[in-house]
């Protein structure tokens, strides 16, 4: 077979495979090493390529595994390319394509190699394929440790090599390394406090390249710097075999994938839309997951501490001797790719990451004159939120309410799309006090999303009163409305609602949370079992009214600190008054529709004396006039709407698995079975 493999299915029986996992201990100076890394053949994306790849091989994997306590290849294989390493940034400067293509075969090995082991063992077991002592043929503890060796080598390897066409590949390759080294965490359901990624990464050889680390995946995530030309890395075929390293025939690869075919190997699945920078998007992926390391139990984590503390390169102020890992990056460039890159969950959670840790960030970003170009970019993810995961549109809303802690910007920002959630109500409230000139569309919007709740709301303590009613007037009443409620003033029996409503607030006004508890009870023993849960309407009363309770703020502070600025809110306002009168009464909004209530009335009695049939245009005049008349007096002062953001205790449980399921779905050319995988639930493929 050897070289001739034409099939996928012909991988088991591959010589070069069958010699590196079989009994017989190979040297790292063996000739046999350069003929198997002598394979040329595009590198496997698509998970379903990588799925038949891991299916053709695990024979060969689970062989090697069970070989190389004796052998030692494995071992091997690695310090060849170790000792490649050391010329490679020579030879990308020579550009010698044949060593290059070799030294990136070898590093497609061992990755593919060491997501196995990973899979397959505990640390101890993998620690110790990594200590094999040649000269006894056994493992020791004192022996070299090989696997910390490979980690700094691939750092090295990241930051210190020049990017040109035949280095993209194994600068690709060198962070999928990495990945997957850090990768153990997907096979357990806890998070990770102490594993081989915080003995390695956060001590020893490795940590004087924190800072250097985090800058180069910054600024490739900054470059987005597309892949060279297909073809272009694979070395060219020669007329002769001078100048061949290794005495390679004419061109002609003598490895294990020279022609065997995956159906299309590099295509991109179906669905699957190609990635313009494997490399940038690598890189993110690989910081996002080194920032959600968690601390070591002597020593927070660096990648974590130089995330929080890089600085502009325009900022020439001194470093506190406090802050290690410390360096500067071009913050315009930064924020550029941060507003073009947010369709991605990964670039929205960086930006989440830089506003929420890193100060320097936050006040640049803040200060900027185009912040549309970043705030635009996130509105579209709230806005297309049927498109995104519940995880991406979590990170977007964050991101808004750490934006509206600043007064700045919400002088400057008035135009956001509202979204069930708490903290994009938040966001709201940040800005409610600055709101300027509302355009009507934003204002009917605020308006119709209160009164949709308040309808809701008193839907709910009917239903939750009297279960077995069957007021055909009131169901009709709530199913005839629009989610608008446009149809509110024209019904009919608009009056025996708001009646009806009055009444059930005077029964709230006596003993609000008493009668609550006895109606719940009431209906729970009405369902013949405890065991029988209450229905949604029922559970989701306090949410409704605490929703309610923030939307009847927002627009009270609004009206009681920029009335004069927000006629559209005004005009929106008396145009569902109906509604909003029904809730003058209830135990827990009467203190905040004083002010509501007021507006109300005076903009009423206005409109009352100017007669009927007035148009809109009048109808807004009158009220910029009566907004001048208004004392400002009469608006009773309620503290400033004020929200800040703050991290949950252990937000690793949250951030660690949604990093490695962006990592599971997004890097490029790994692929991990979804029935190994423990820390999150996955379908099968």
């Known amino acids: 077979m050897g070289s001739n493999s034409s099939r996928i299915g012909d991988l088991p ?51 090697l595994v069970e070989n190389n306590p004796r052998t030692g290849n494995l071992g091997a294989l690695i310090k060849v390319f170790l000792s490649r390493t050391k010329e490679l940034k ?22 593919y190699l060491l997501k196995v082991f990973i899979c397959e063992m505990s640390e101890e077991e993998l620690q110790l394929h990594f200590t094999y002592e040649e000269k006894s043929g056994s493992y020791s503890s004192d022996s070299e440790d090989l696997l910390e060796e490979l980690v700094c080598c691939l750092m090295q390897l990241i930051t210190d090599i020049p990017l040109i066409d035949l280095t993209y590949e194994i600068s690709v390759e060198a962070i999928s390394t990495m990945v997957v080294f850090l990768s153990c965490q997907l096979y357990h359901k806890e998070v990770l406090r102490q594993s081989i990624s915080h003995k390695y990464l956060m001590r020893g050889r490795c940590l004087p390249y924190t800072s250097k680390l985090v800058k180069t995946l ?43 075919t995956l159906g299309g190997v590099g295509s991109k699945a179906a669905n699957t839309p190609a990635l313009s920078s494997p490399l940038a998007n690598q890189s993110l992926l690989l910081l996002l997951v080194l920032a959600n390391l968690t601390d070591a139990a ?12 890089f600085k502009n390169t325009q900022d020439n102020s001194p470093f506190p001797s406090s802050i290690p890992h410390a360096f500067q990056i071009n913050f315009n460039s930064l924020y550029t790719t941060l507003c073009e890159q947010q369709t991605s969950d990964q670039a929205t959670l960086l930006l989440y990451t830089l506003l929420h840790q890193n100060s320097n960030i936050r006040t640049y970003m803040l200060a900027r004159t185009d912040m549309e170009n970043l705030v635009l970019p996130i509105l579209e993810i709230l806005y297309h939120v049927e498109e995104r995961n519940s995880h991406h549109v979590y990170m977007a809303l964050i991101i808004l309410l750490i934006l509206t802690e600043d007064d700045g910007f919400n002088r400057s ?16 409230a940040n800005m409610s006090a ?60 608009s009056h025996i609602l708001r009646a009806y409503a009055s009444s ?28 029988v849960p209450l229905p949604d309407y029922a559970q989701d009363l306090n949410v409704i009214e605490e929703v309610i309770r923030m939307m009847l703020e927002i627009i009270n502070s609004c009206l009681a600190t920029s009335l004069h600025h927000n006629p559209n809110l005004v005009y929106a ?105 423990q820390l999150f639930t996955m379908d099968s493929d």
Not at 36 to 56: G, I, N, Q, V
Not at 413 to 428: F, G, P, Q, R, S
Not at 465 to 470: D, G, I, K, L, R
């Open 413 to 428: 920002i008035h135009e956001v799309d509202k979204y069930l959630h708490t903290n994009c109500l938040a966001a709201l």
């Open 90 to 111: 020579l030879s990308a400067e020579c550009r010698n394509h044949i060593f290059i293509w070799q030294t990136n075969n070898a590093l497609f090995i061992i990755c």
């Open 13 to 63: 029986k591959n010589e070069y495979l069958k010699k590196l996992s079989g009994t017989e201990s190979v040297s790292e100076n063996d000739p046999f090493w350069n003929q198997l890394l002598s394979f040329s053949f595009p590198a496997p994306t698509s998970s379903t390529d990588l799925k038949l790849l891991e299916e053709a091989t695990i024979s060969v994997c689970r062989s």
């Open 434 to 493: 600055q709101f300027r000139s509302l355009h009507q569309y934003a204002a009917q919007r605020i308006i119709s999303y209160t009164c949709r709740h308040l309808r809701r709301y008193v839907y709910v303590l009917d239903k939750l009163y009297f279960p077995h009613s069957h007021c055909s007037t009131l169901q009709h009443c709530f199913s005839s409305l629009s989610d608008n409620g446009e149809e509110l003033l024209s019904l009919t029996c």
């Open 298 to 309: 002597d020593a927070p984590n660096p990648y974590r501490q130089a995330i929080i503390s």
């Open 218 to 260: 910054l600024y490739n995530f900054i470059r987005q710097e597309k892949p060279p030309p297909p073809g272009a890395h694979v070395f060219p075929q020669q007329s002769d075999g001078g100048g061949l390293l290794y005495g390679l025939a004419s061109g002609v690869a003598t490895g294990l994938w020279t022609v065997f």
């Open 573 to 677: 306002l008396l145009y569902k008054r109906d509604l909003f009168e029904q809730f003058r009464t209830h135990p827990s909004f009467q203190d905040i529709m004083q002010n509501i209530d007021l507006v109300i009335t005076f903009f009423s009695s206005r409109l009352l004396q100017a007669g009927a049939e007035l148009s809109v245009e009048w109808v807004l005049e009158i009220m910029k006039q009566g907004i001048v008349a208004l004392p400002k007096d009469r608006l009773k002062k309620f503290p400033e709407l004020k929200f800040k953001y703050v991290e949950e205790e252990q937000p690793e449980e949250f951030f660690i698995p949604y990093v490695w399921s962006l990592v599971y779905s997004s890097a490029t050319g790994l692929y991990w079975s979804p029935q190994d995988i």
């Open 504 to 531: 059930l607030f005077s029964l709230l006004s006596k003993k609000h949370n008493k009668v609550l508890e006895q109606a719940t009870q009431s209906l729970r023993g009405s369902l013949s079992s405890n065991d």
